[in-house]
């Protein structure tokens, strides 16, 4: 299967600030996918949603632009 580039998404979740605690969060990479951690589950779930928004248009990205290739073939 294909790797996604988490860079991206690394780079737009670490940027955000909790606006109760003002801190900011940390993506970590795993053997399943990635995880959040934040200062506060609020903030957390928040940017889970976030994320999980990403990965999918991510992922949507990437299997256009193997169809293309393939489709060039």
Known sequence: MFDLDYSLIKQEIES??????????????TEEGFG???CCDPF??????KSEKMVEEETTKM???IM???LKK
Do not use: M, N, W
């Open 68 to 70: 293309k290739d393939l």
């Open 44 to 49: 957390r779930i928040e940017l889970v949603q």
């Open 16 to 29: 955000e600030v909790c606006q109760e605690h003002g801190l900011h969060p940390e993506f970590v990479k």
């Open 36 to 38: 959040i951690r934040a």
């Open 63 to 65: 299997f256009e632009k």
